[in-house]
């Protein structure tokens, strides 16, 4: 189809993602977002190859390698530090077609907002959509009203237009655990540089990836329970308590880390949901598909939905809400059984049966290096961007 309008309510990875595409496809394309200035939420993010191959396709290729950090291995090391497996990433690399990035958050957002290149209109919080025969208006907070041939509603783990689509509203499932992250300058005494490198023990995880500009992406997670999760103490205090008696590169961390400039997270899930789509409104991102980090698959299935919504809405004459069902089927096929995959992964590195996260760990240690990077490879792989 051509000369269509699209409204996309929200300016994350998705919805800018979105944006891009959409505009070299030829759309007029405007984004909306609540925030009075964009930040990015999070230090860091791993895009694996198929969240890299849908920026390759966008043009987007060589900046990604710019900012992206240099990641040749993966370790796996119990929390006292004695080696667990060590994996090589070439095989996969060589199996998917793709190196994989980390890339600290700010950057990302610079680049799409760069490569989107137009204004993105802020302070426009969403409050209700209308749609007919001809169109579909969003009605904005501040009294503003867009009107689309079609809206992508890419607003996140919150997502208010999910209620609209779906006639029910559905809250995230916490996931039963806490994330800190920040970024640290790369220091031979924190990690190799060219390594992400996972502490696990006593069902929490420190672990350090590199990112681009010689800096580390650190995360550090810990379950709790929702009440204890509200309580959010001093960030070094906490950590240096949690990790008590870790490897010593863990320790330097907590002490090396900018408290003011760590994050703390409440991990949620969202779905598998029943459908993306309703008329002319599609879900994109977390707001279908909210998805726990273990796997480090959320982002990149945004970046897969922006590409096959743009691909369905290009290849069809048979209308927009035609194209939308095109979409919503091949997504919810791909993206349902990640979000699955990725919650029964946070269970089993975060406790939630301790038994199953001893046989874990015991798996780790005999595990064979070409299995852990089968399995990646196998999500990456069972995706659009093969
Ligand atoms: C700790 C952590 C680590 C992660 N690590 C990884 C990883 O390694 N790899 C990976 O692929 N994914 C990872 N993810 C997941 C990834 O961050 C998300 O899947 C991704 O950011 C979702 O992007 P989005 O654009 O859908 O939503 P968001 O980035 O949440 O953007 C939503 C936007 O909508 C705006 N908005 C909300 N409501 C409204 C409204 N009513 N009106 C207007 N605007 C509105 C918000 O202000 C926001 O800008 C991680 C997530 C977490 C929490």
Sequence with gaps: MNNLKVIIVGAGIGGLTAGIALRQAGYEVEIYDRVRELRPAGAGISLWSNGVKVLNRLGLGSKMAEIGGLMNRMQ???????LLNDIDLTPLIEEVGQRP???ARADLQQM????YGEEVRLECKCVGVHQDETGVTAYFENGHAARGDLLVAADGVRSILR????????EPDYAGYVNWNGLVPVAPDLAPRDTWMIYVGEHQRASLMPVGSDRFYFFFDVPMTKEEAQQAGDIRSDLTAFFAGWADPVQTLIQ???PEKTNRVLIHSVGPLPQMVRGRIALLGDAAH???PDLGQGGCQALEDAL???????TTNLGIE???KRYERERMERANPVVEKARRRAEQIHGKDPNVTQQWYDQLASEKPADVTGAIAKIILAGPMR
């Design 256 to 258: 090396r880390l900018d």
């Design 112 to 115: 799409l907002l760069e490569a």
């Design 163 to 170: 209620q609209y689509v779906l006639d029910e509203k559905v």
């Design 101 to 103: 990035y980390p890339v």
């Design 308 to 314: 096959v919504l743009t691909h369905y809405l290009m």
């Design 322 to 324: 035609y194209a939308l």
């Design 290 to 292: 909210t998805t726990c």
């Design 76 to 82: 796996y090391r119990r929390h006292t530090g004695e």
